[in-house]
């Protein structure tokens, strides 16, 4: 059953993108699947499959306003904590969990179902009982709003590792300059502060105003905090702590030409609960 859990974790937080709400479906679905007359049960992996995707896309359907201070992003985690169960190379990238809120849930689940886990469009329609041209027209759908990410890198890239070392100095030294110097010109921010932290904006656009406010944030809030380098989503992130825990993460999306082109700023104790 632990490796059915570890593959219906993952399957719900690729739709979710919150590690807690996850693993509430995961209990939910195999404690209804422990009640159940299984005797017209063929496939119990398949069953617990289908169960756990919709009751996720579902979950995502009626949570799909979220009231938040800022702009809403998904849970960070790492892969390098035993407490994290999810199945790694079928985890998306985080760029890509921010970019499938984009997506309804059953266009998230198409997508997660076949980049993910490799799903015949057989194989989707019958889970989520519907035709398989219908399956190919959503995924097609999908495909055209994600940009070609990818789904999760093969490994972690040095360069990237440099790029987070520069950013980590330009800002603490808050000079808006050298931060300039590793921005794409239509960078983007994003803030997620929860329903407890103010952010200061929950989305800033472009170089200039981008490293100005990243600089002011820094004077402000994250002087003198200690940082740590980590890895979260296959992606590279800065992390500020206050105390034990973390008070903000910085998950960088870095381009082929080691420029970055996202930064989602994370605030929300209740996401960053995990991180250590």
């Not at 499938?100 to 989707?124: C, G, P, T, W």
């Not at 905090?225 to 296959?234: C, G, L, M, V």
């Not at 700023?265 to 609960?273: A, C, F, Q, R, W």
């Amino acid at each position: 059953m632990q490796e059915n859990y570890n593959k219906l974790l993952t399957y719900a937080y690729n739709i979710t993108g919150s590690y807690e709400d996850a693993q509430d479906l995961v209990q939910d679905v195999i404690e209804k699947y422990i009640s159940l007359d299984k005797s017209e049960i063929r496939n119990e992996a398949n069953f617990l499959i289908k169960s756990t995707i919709n009751h996720a896309i579902n979950f995502k359907n009626r949570h799909s306003k979220k009231i938040v201070y800022g702009e809403w992003l998904p849970e960070p985690l790492s892969f390098d904590h035993a407490e994290n169960k999810l199945i790694k190379e079928q985890t998306a990238c985080y760029t890509l969990l921010v970019l499938l809120e984009k997506l309804n849930a059953k266009e998230r689940a198409i997508y997660i179902l076949k980049e993910a886990f490799d799903y015949s469009h057989q194989e989707i329609a019958e889970t989520l009982d519907i035709s398989v041209d219908n399956s190919r027209q959503i995924l097609s759908r999908a495909r055209k709003q994600l940009q070609h990410v990818k789904y999760a890198p093969d490994t972690a890239n040095s360069a990237d590792t440099d790029i987070l070392h520069r950013y980590q100095t330009a800002l603490s030294e808050g000079n808006i300059f050298k931060i300039e110097e590793l921005l794409i010109d239509d960078i983007r921010l994003s803030a997620d502060g929860g329903q407890r932290i103010r952010v200061i904006k929950a989305v800033e656009t472009g170089k200039m105003a981008t490293a100005s406010l990243l600089a002011y944030v820094q004077q402000q809030f994250l002087a003198g905090k200690r940082f740590t380098f980590q890895t979260f989503n296959h992606q590279p992130a800065l992390c500020f702590w206050q105390g034990e825990r973390v008070y903000n993460c910085h998950i960088l999306d870095i381009d082929n030409r080691g420029l970055i082109r996202e930064i989602y700023s994370i605030v929300d104790p209740e996401k960053l609960k995990r991180v250590y």
